[in-house]
């Protein structure tokens, strides 16, 4: 009888423990979870990357093209090969936002996440504060008719911004920040590739890592 | 293991306390609205629970006022967030012993 009792204290004891072990571990989880939550921005979609990318390559073509089909054949400053391309960039560029802001607000709603929220006002602060210093300079230098580093510096600017926005959305951004900046330096080493150096950072990285991103976040 | 007991800290043994701690944790500071947002829960229960954290001293309260409209802001106390780790690291401890 005794005896009894006493396995039955026993089970008692462990099965209570077991118990408050799982509350604790589901106390730990949600700890993480509200941390995650209230300090970055999740919402960021993958398939956007994707399409910056295509968007990139398209516009790289269509810039390639105008160059081996203008009377010289290489680029010069004002002429009007130059604007166009000024202006290819500029699409490129405003595309890649207006999809990437249509995806991301489309995927924070199904999150429940509010696009305008804290987190997304400081990881677009953090990202846009290098990306447009970069991008004056590079306008800056232009003007002083120094373009020979353009695509080094775009891709140099634009990683720093990336490694910088990365502690506010997911960390693996920091990844595609660190390649377009050895790209970018690469691309310094080696002038007169910039034009390749570009579709690579641009185009191909893009691709990639939005396909990494998709299927590892996207996809549920 | 009674050791790690005595750092379960009883002010952190409810969902919402400790969801306002952990936001407070990570960030500088949260207004009302965006704690209700995060927490999902009602005005009524987060306010009382604030105010068992305030009391504690884990919580401070800024009132301002942005425009016309009071904005009141919470900050974690350098004491919150030393028995907030507290805790944490019990939590652990307890989760790998048994």
Known sequence: ???????????????????????????????????????????????S??????????????AYWLVENSKRGYLILDGRVFRLILLDLFIVAALSILTAIYLTSKK????????????????????L????????YILIILNQQR?????????LFYGISLVNASNFTFRNIKYLGYS????????????????WFWVIGFGFFHIIYGSIMYFKYDKE | MKNIILHINKAFDHRVRLGIMSILMVNECADFNRLKELLGITDGNLASHIKALEKLEYLLVKKQFIGRKPNTKYYATKLGKVEFKKHINALEKLIRNT
């Open chain 1, 1 to 47: 009888m005794l005896r009894d009792t006493k396995i039955f204290i026993y089970f008692a004891i462990q099965s209570s423990l077991k118990m408050s072990n799982k509350n604790y571990l589901k106390d730990i989880s949600e700890i993480k979870d509200l941390m995650n939550k209230s300090s970055k921005f999740i919402s960021l979609s993958g398939l």
């Open chain 1, 49 to 62: 990357g994707i399409m910056a990318g295509v968007y990139a390559l398209i516009g790289a073509g269509y």
């Open chain 1, 108 to 127: 924070a709603k199904k999150n429940n996440e509010n696009i305008w929220n804290e987190t997304s006002i400081r990881l677009l602060k953090n990202f």
């Open chain 1, 129 to 136: 504060i290098p990306l447009l210093s970069g991008g004056i």
């Open chain 1, 147 to 155: 373009y020979g580093q353009t695509g080094a510096l775009m891709l």
């Open chain 1, 180 to 195: 377009e900046i050895l790209l970018g330096l690469l691309s310094a080493i080696i002038p007169g590739y910039g034009f």
